[in-house]
C-alpha cells in the first residue's frame, strides 16, 4: 500500500511539473535519439479469457500503477520509431485478509510507431500504434505457500498525446493509450508445482493508461 501510494503522489507531481514549467524560448532540433520515461494509472476492461467461467479482468484488479521507458528515434519529418516497455503493480480487487499477502504485476514490451504533428514547435500533439507482448499475475501467498496466475498473450497499442518543450532537451507531456490484448497463455504454480496450458477460448481485454511522460531529445 505505501508502494502504490508513493507511485500515485510522484505521478500528480509530474503531472503538476507538465502543467506548470516554463518553456525555452526555443525549441531543441526535432531529429535524434529520444529517451523517456512513462508515469500513469491503467483502468482494465473486458475478460481473462472466453469461457463460461473465466473471469473479468476488473474482477481481479482494480487498477494498474504503471513505470514505462521509452527508447525512439525521431525523424525531421515527424515520424518515431523505437521500443518501449513498462512495468506496472497492480492492485488487487478486494479486501485481502491480513494472514494472507496478495498482490499482481503487469509487465509489457512492444514497438511503437508515432507521427509528431508539430516536431518543431514548444508543443507538438502526436499519435501512434504499438505492437508487443504482456505477461500479468495474480499471487496470492500465506507464509511459504504460495498461489499464483500469470496470463501472457500479445496486444496492440493505440496511443496520443503531446510533448511541451520544457528546457534545454527535456521535454514533458500528457498521454493516454488503450492496449487491446488477447491471452493466448495461462500459467499456474501452486506451491512447487507448475503447470502450462495454452487457452483455447480467447477474448479480447482492455487497459486504458492515462499519465505523464518526459523525454530527453538529442
Known amino acids: 500500500m505505501r508502494r502504490n501510494t508513493f ?3 510522484l505521478l500528480c507531481l509530474c503531472l503538476l511539473l507538465v502543467c506548470r514549467a516554463a518553456t525555452a524560448e526555443e525549441a531543441v532540433s526535432p531529429s535524434g535519439l529520444n529517451v523517456g520515461m512513462r508515469l500513469s494509472y491503467a483502468l482494465p476492461v473486458g475478460l481473462t479469457a472466453g469461457g463460461p467461467e ?3 479482468l476488473y474482477d481481479l484488479y482494480s487498477g494498474l500503477l504503471s513505470l514505462g521507458v521509452d527508447n525512439s528515434w525521431l525523424f525531421a519529418s515527424g515520424l518515431e520509431v523505437g521500443l518501449t516497455g513498462h512495468y506496472a503493480f497492480a492492485q488487487i480487487k478486494g479486501v485481502c485478509p491480513d494472514s494472507l499477502d496478495c498482490g499482481g504485476r ?3 514490451v512492444g514497438a511503437l510507431a508515432a507521427w509528431h504533428f508539430n516536431p518543431t514547435g514548444r508543443t507538438d500533439p502526436w ?3 504499438g505492437l508487443g507482448y504482456e505477461w500479468t499475475s ?3 501467498a500465506e507464509g511459504r505457500q504460495l498461489e499464483e496466475s500469470r ?3 500479445p496486444k496492440l497499442d493505440l496511443q496520443g498525446g503531446f510533448d511541451r518543450h520544457l528546457v534545454g532537451s527535456l521535454w514533458g507531456g500528457l498521454f493516454s493509450t488503450l ?5 493466448d497463455t495461462l500459467q499456474v504454480r501452486l506451491g512447487n508445482g507448475l503447470g502450462t496450458e495454452s487457452i483455447h477460448d480467447r477474448a479480447l481485454h482492455f487497459w486504458f493508461f492515462m499519465g505523464a511522460r518526459f523525454r530527453l531529445r538529442s
Open 7 to 9: 507511485v500515485l503522489r
Open 54 to 56: 473465466d473471469p473479468y
Open 106 to 108: 503487469n509487465v509489457q
Open 127 to 129: 499519435a501512434g500504434v
Open 138 to 140: 495474480y499471487v496470492i
Open 151 to 153: 496470463l501472457r498473450g
Open 179 to 183: 492496449t487491446v490484448g488477447r491471452y
